[in-house]
């Protein structure tokens, strides 16, 4: 069987180095925040070149504090891309505002930046462009619109942990980049995790303040606010798997060049696109084919596990049936969710898994 990720497989190989972290965290009797988690902000700042990082419980949350700082609230529209998890527009809705859709590029399925004339209007407030599969939005033309009308990026990094556009790393274009450590995410928690990176002094502190009730100092709440403090374990052991996150970034590109040089002429079959001056860190790697229910099929069979990200777009879910979008409104988006197909990618896959994948998609289309 290959699975389409392996974290027992990734916590073997780093168990020596993350068991004596967790352990001292336990034995330090400091199981929230702490020197752990600060020490963690500081690295992982660096990683992304910018001055701050604040590290929260989750992905969602991190969108919610970036929304927040940047002053969204009800009344106002935030523009962010369908084709997406569903935490993205959950976020904003978070905060009281309103999630505004524009269609997704055909060739890197992240938000289409000529789609966002027609978007913005009077109530828009900022933009989340996605950094979808671990690429990053083509976020020059987009900071240009959103500079234009004032409005604040906030990037969704969630999925796209040290990708570049320009040698600029995730998180660090727009005036905040939020980041999940889910299990599963290129950099994960053993839990949940989330963090947000800003060069924005003020937004840094009203985060900081937010992510935990609000405090100036104990028992002084200046500002409404949550319980979205990351544990000091989940610090540590982060920690731990940031250090060696280029070298998985590395072992995935190397997989993914595997996959584009063994599936490279295939009828039907459309490979993901790394576009010009970006590095994808392939979080996932999506083939498209208007057989894919059919191509998932017969991987099942062979042993071969595959992913759908998406099957839905968010304007068509159930939830969010009251912004009033209808099918057919974004048919970039809404194609790529009936042809995607995630194949099997992680840092311990080995070359030869790819070629048994390839060899098993050949012989579904060559049948
Ligand atoms: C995972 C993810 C999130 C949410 O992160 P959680 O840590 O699960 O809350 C948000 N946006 C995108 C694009 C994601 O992939």
């Not at 002053?71 to 369908?82: A, C, L, M, Q, R």
Request: hydrophobic share 40%; charged share 20%; aromatic share 8%.
């Amino acid at each position: 069987m290959i699975p389409l990720l392996d974290l027992k497989a990734h916590y073997a190989a780093l168990r020596p180095e993350i068991e004596p972290a967790v352990l001292s965290v336990l034995a330090s009797g400091n199981y929230v925040l702490g020197e752990q988690v600060q020490q963690f902000e500081r690295d992982f700042a660096a990683y992304c070149g910018t001055r701050h990082a604040i590290a929260v419980n989750s992905g969602t949350s991190a969108l919610h504090l970036a929304l927040l700082a940047a002053g969204v609230g009800p009344g106002d529209e935030v523009i962010t891309s369908p084709l997406t998890f569903v935490a993205t527009a959950s976020a904003i809705v978070y905060a009281g505002a309103q999630p505004v859709f524009v269609d997704v590029d055909p060739e890197t399925l992240t938000l289409d930046p000529k789609r966002l004339e027609e978007a913005v209007t009077r109530r828009t407030k900022a933009i989340i462009p996605v950094h979808l599969h671990g690429q990053m939005a083509d976020m020059g033309p987009i900071l240009d619109r959103a500079s234009h009308s004032h409005l604040h990026v906030i990037e969704d990094a969630c999925q796209a942990h040290g990708a570049e556009y320009g040698g600029q790393r995730a998180g660090s274009m727009g005036v905040s980049g939020c980041f999940s450590f889910y299990p599963g995410k290129n950099l994960g928690a053993c839990g949940e995790g989330g963090l947000v990176v800003t060069n924005d002094d003020r937004q840094m502190e009203i985060m900081r303040m937010l992510r935990d009730w609000g405090q100036e100092q104990r028992y002084h709440h200046a500002l409404k606010g949550f319980n979205y403090r990351m544990d000091a374990v989940q610090g540590a052991i982060l920690r731990v798997k940031l250090a060696h996150l280029e070298e998985w970034i590395a072992a995935r590109r190397a997989r993914a060049a595997d996959y584009d040089r063994l599936l490279s002429g295939i009828p039907h079959l459309r490979l993901p696109v790394e576009a010009p001056g970006r590095r994808h860190v392939y979080h996932v790697y999506a083939v498209r084919t208007p057989e894919r229910d059919d191509l998932r099929r017969h991987l099942e069979r062979e042993g071969i596990q595959t992913g759908l990200h998406y099957p839905i777009p968010v304007h068509l879910q159930k939830a969010f049936r009251d912004l009033g979008y209808a099918e057919g409104d974004f048919p970039v988006a809404e194609a790529a969710c009936r042809e995607v197909l995630s194949l099997p990618i992680y840092p311990e896959l080995a070359a030869d898994q790819v070629e048994n994948v390839a060899e098993a998609i050949m012989r579904d289309v060559y049948a």
